[in-house]
């Protein structure tokens, strides 16, 4: 009898913290200052964290975990070549006619601030030029669509201190793509001449270049389809690459059109992959092997 009754307190608690009610709540992990990884680490439990508040979809830690990869190789540093992009896709946004920013739930979890203070940079850039409509939205598209989601994501952003998120109310659809991940707004992506997409899944990355859209994307991996398809990648971390982009632009707030013309239409994409991919592979001989302390 004690047996039983142990087994059914031991069994109700738990589906209590696992299967009933509430996701299965952990602290966030205690990273101490001194660990050599902090930074990934950190970043990974932003992901997790992600996950359990409903912004990151499950597959979004598998598409870290490849990011990661490709940043080992990268060095985990910013190259000339990633500057190099950030400078053409700075050009590109300045002269776009409407400039969009893509979000979806990796980047919201990682990098809601540095979204909005890129969004900020753009926005402000655009009105000392004069643009007709300056602003750089910032657009909540998933590609693992739900409704709740969407609103987790957007709610993010406006956390992160975002005015204007689209997204919410989808009455446009990128052509070629099938069920919801085709959902966008017009007056962002549906109406944008430059869309801003990190970590993009390659088949919409694709897709928005068939439907005429200048695309910039942010990827550590150089051979990917996104990478490949994109007018500009900028192949570095994205916590590390916004920044970057947000001190290119600013740089070139003031240039004249023809100069920024000059910058972008001089940026040779595959030529850069290329570079960054030449980069990893000569590195790989060079990586010491012994043991690390
Ligand atoms: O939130 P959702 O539903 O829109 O889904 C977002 C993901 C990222 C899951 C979705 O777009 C997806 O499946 O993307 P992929 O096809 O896995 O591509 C993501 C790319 O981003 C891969 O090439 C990764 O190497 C790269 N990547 C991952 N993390 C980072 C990264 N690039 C830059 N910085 C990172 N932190």
Redesign the pocket.
Known sequence: MLIYLSFCFSSKAMESHIYVGQPFRCPMTDIPPSHPRRASLLARERLVEGVRAGI??E??LI??G??EA?DYLLGERTTDEAVAACRAAAALLLLARRPVMSV???VAA?AAEQAVALAETVTGARASRGAAEGAMPLEVN????TEERVRRVADRLRAAGARDVLGEAPDARVPGLDHARALCSSQGVGGADVVLVP????DRAEALRRWGRTVVA????PM?R?SRAAHVTVVD??TRALPVLARETSALAGAPGGGLRAISEGFDNAACLRAVLGRMVARVPEVDLGPPC
């Open positions: 990151v979809s597959a979004g598409a870290h490849r990011g490709f979806n739930g990796n990682l998933l590609f693992h669509r970590l993009e899944d390659g942010v990827d550590l991996n990917s996104t971390e994205l």
